[in-house]
Antibody
Framework: QVQLVESGGGAIQPGRSLRLSCVVSGFNFNNYAIHWVRQAPGKGLEWVTL????????YYADSVKGRFTISRDNSKNTLYLQMNSLRPEDTAVYYC???????????????WGQGTLVTVSP | AIQMTQSPSSLSASLGGRVTITCRASQGISLDLSWYQQKPGKAPKLLIYAASTLQSGVPSRFSGSGADTDFTLTISSLQPEDLATYYC?????????FGQGTKVEIK
């Protein structure tokens, strides 16, 4: 069955860096775009970034542009989110989610991981 | 960025009752809208895509309608397991944007 498993979350001080991972199984990772979506405690969902299946296209929310970088290793079935210059407002559960298609355009998020919590605090 | 305005922010309905949630886009998005259900402490789950197509395995009491800027999610007969927060998401362009969410409670 389709699975996405996030890891790498934890407590970290403002200004520091953290890298999240999303390991997938149960489908051909090479054929799908993957998103990161986050949810601050008690708040709604916020889309963060997407990478296309071949890694050629990346899109970011304005709130993370220039600080976060999405990447993927198709040989390891793994998506990454490198988060630099972290701020308290980046505190959230971070979910990876599969897009229905390869490019991300017009696609919906059909499978989600369980999330990993990132807490940015002095 | 496209703004998605979802309403109401919360509602309370009786078991077996009908629930309607609306989502309005700040510009036309064709049929590129999906709906998600998030139960407390859980990851979101896809309910509906392309505005009105039910995801496999989702009960038929859920339905979606609309196009362009105005969309609706309907639960025809509310069940106890439908206690959750519901979100719309525009799939039309980047950055993707979610509605603010609607918390559904049982009266």
């Amino acid at each position: 069955q389709v699975q996405l498993v996030e890891s790498g979350g934890g407590a970290i001080q403002p200004g520091r860096s953290l890298r999240l991972s999303c390991v997938v199984s149960g489908f051909n990772f090479n054929n799908y775009a993957i998103h990161w979506v986050r949810q601050a405690p008690g708040k709604g969902l916020e889309w963060v970034t997407l990478m296309s299946s071949d890694g050629s296209k990346k899109y970011y929310a304005d709130s993370v542009k220039g600080r976060f970088t999405i990447s993927r290793d198709n040989s390891k079935n793994t998506l990454y989110l490198q988060m630099n210059s972290l701020r308290p407002e980046d505190t959230a559960v971070y979910y990876c989610a599969r897009d229905h298609g390869a490019s991300g355009w017009g696609g919906y998020l059909d499978y989600w991981g369980q999330g990993t919590l990132v807490t940015v605090s002095p | 960025a496209i703004q998605m305005t979802q309403s109401p922010s919360s509602l309370s309905a009786s078991l077996g009752g009908r629930v309607t949630i609306t989502c309005r886009a700040s510009q036309g998005i064709s049929l590129d809208l999906s709906w998600y259900q998030q139960k407390p402490g859980k990851a979101p789950k896809l309910l509906i895509y392309a505005a009105s197509t039910l995801q496999s395995g989702v009960p038929s009491r859920f339905s979606g309608s609309g196009a362009d800027t105005d969309f609706t999610l309907t639960i025809s007969s509310l069940q106890p397991e439908d206690l959750a927060t519901y979100y719309c998401l525009q799939d039309f362009n980047f950055p993707r944007t979610f509605g603010q969410g609607t918390k559904v409670e049982i009266k």
